[in-house]
């Protein structure tokens, strides 16, 4: 059974910073392109970041320079380290994937697989 985990969320200051990590069980992570999206209340999920089967990444521009996106292959994880959090950075968090080698965060329907989301709150 083909399944993504997301874990690393929880309550930060302004300025804070989280790693998001996205654990994949039942499938390998090398072959498929990753993609991060958030969803905050009341609004759409929107891509984040997303990073390609070959390690091509693409960032939003709300959180370009802020965030970073990575692969480990050997521990079959995806992470998403973010630095100088805002309080609009507060969504739920999920990650996704397909088994294509080119990443999108313009389209949601292009990834196949979805975990059950992390929550992120910025708050003082």
């Known amino acids: 059974q083909l399944q993504l985990v997301e874990s690393g969320g929880g309550l930060v200051q302004p300025g804070g910073s989280l790693r998001l990590s996205c654990a994949a069980s039942?499938?390998?992570?090398?072959?498929?392109?990753i993609g991060w999206f958030r969803q905050a209340p009341g609004k759409e999920r929107d891509g984040v970041s997303c990073?390609?089967?070959?390690?091509?990444?693409i960032y939003a521009d709300s959180v370009k320079g802020r965030f970073t996106i990575s692969r480990d292959n050997a521990k079959n994880t995806v992470y998403l380290q973010m630095n100088s959090l805002k309080p609009e950075d507060t969504a739920v968090y999920y990650c996704a994937a397909v088994q294509k080698r080119l990443c999108l965060i313009s389209t949601r329907s292009w990834y196949d697989y979805w975990g059950q989301g992390t929550q992120v709150t910025v708050s003082s």
């Open positions: 039942g499938f390998t992570l090398h072959d498929y392109a």
């Open positions: 990073i390609s089967s070959g390690g091509t990444t």
